[in-house]
């Protein structure tokens, strides 16, 4: 098994930073590619970002390309999501994934691990 825990959610204005972080544990040389997903209040989870392997090849929602970098350090076992210029609409529980697989899944049913999420907040 695999686990995957979230840290570095808060509450920031609108315009402002931050950095999730997502430490794995277990059996991770089990897993490859791994990503980030959000979901808001009343809504279905949905991607934001994945990263492969290696780190050289990476996928991004069209809503945070351009604002969010996704990168991660395989010696840590460490992922990360820095968000810049964040909106209102950034507001979500953010999650960690991760699968054993050369591709960059975008989706939810494409990953076999989840972490238990950090809130963000973005005001107005």
């Known amino acids: 098994q695999v686990q995957l825990v979230e840290s570095g959610g808060g509450l920031v204005q609108a315009g402002g930073s931050l950095r999730l972080s997502c430490a794995a544990s277990?059996?991770?040389?089990?897993?490859?590619?791994m990503g980030w997903f959000r979901q808001a209040p009343g809504k279905g989870r949905e991607f934001v970002a994945a990263i492969s392997w290696s780190g050289a090849n990476t996928d991004y929602a069209d809503s945070v390309k351009g604002r969010f970098t996704i990168s991660r350090d395989n010696a840590k076992n460490a992922l990360y999501l820095q968000m810049n210029s964040l909106k209102p609409e950034d507001t979500a529980v953010y999650y960690c994934a991760a699968r054993h697989t050369i591709m960059v899944p975008t989706t939810t049913d494409e990953y076999t691990y989840w972490g238990q999420g950090t809130q963000v907040t973005v005001s107005s």
């Open positions: 277990g059996r991770t040389f089990s897993i490859s590619a």
